[in-house]
C-alpha cells in the first residue's frame, strides 16, 4: 500500500512501518515506538513577471531538470526555514538573472505532477527592480510569452494559472 518515496523503517527505531488507520487515514506507523508517518507536500514558490505588452516572462527547463525542453513560470522549492517570498525571489534571480520584488500571491495550487513529491505551489506577482536577464541554473532559455500564446509547458498548474490570465485579458 506504499506510495512513492514513502518511509519503510521508523526513522525514530528503525523497526518496518506498518499501514494503520490514524487521525482518519492510511499511514505508516510504527508499531514499536509508535511514530505515525505525516507526509506532508513540499511547498513551491514562482514569481510572475509581465512586460508592458501583458505578456509573462518564462524558462525552458534545460536538460538534468525536471521536465527538460518544456516552459515554465520561474519556480522552485522553499528550503527548510526559508520564508517563501525569500525564496520566490532567489529562484527567478537564479533561473532568470532577474532581482524583483515580491508582491501580492495570485495564485495557489495542488501540484499532482510528481506522485513521489506532491506540492502545493504559490504564485507572486513580482516586479523587476536590478539583474540582468539570462538563463541559468536549472532553465537554459527565457522567453515572453502572451497568456493566450503558450509554449509548451512543464506543469499543469501554470496552465491553469496562466489561463485565467489569457480569459481575463
Known amino acids: 500500500m506504499g506510495f512513492p518515496g514513502e518511509f519503510t523503517f521508523c526513522p525514530q527505531c528503525a523497526t518496518r512501518l506498518e499501514w494503520r488507520r ?17 507526509r506532508n507536500p513540499g511547498v513551491g514558490a514562482a514569481v510572475v513577471i509581465r512586460d508592458e505588452s501583458g505578456r509573462v516572462l518564462m524558462v525552458r527547463r534545460a536538460p538534468g531538470a525536471s521536465r527538460a525542453g518544456y ?3 520561474p519556480e522552485g522549492f522553499v528550503d527548510y526555514g526559508e520564508e517563501i517570498r525569500a525564496a520566490a525571489a532567489r529562484e527567478l534571480q537564479e ?20 506522485p513521489a513529491k506532491l506540492t502545493v505551489g504559490v504564485w507572486f506577482e513580482g516586479v523587476v527592480v536590478g539583474g540582468c536577464l539570462e538563463a541559468g541554473d536549472d532553465a537554459d532559455e527565457v522567453g515572453w510569452f502572451s497568456p493566450d500564446d503558450l509554449p509548451d509547458l512543464a506543469f499543469e498548474t501554470d496552465r491553469e494559472f496562466l489561463g485565467g490570465l489569457a480569459a481575463d485579458g
Open 95 to 114: 533561473e532568470t538573472g532577474l532581482v524583483a520584488e515580491i508582491g501580492d500571491v495570485l495564485f495557489v495550487a495542488s501540484n499532482f505532477h510528481d
Open 22 to 38: 490514524a487521525h482518519g487515514r492510511e499511514r505508516s506507523v510504527c508499531p514499536e515506538c509508535g511514530y505515525i508517518h505525516f
Open 71 to 73: 516552459w515554465s513560470i
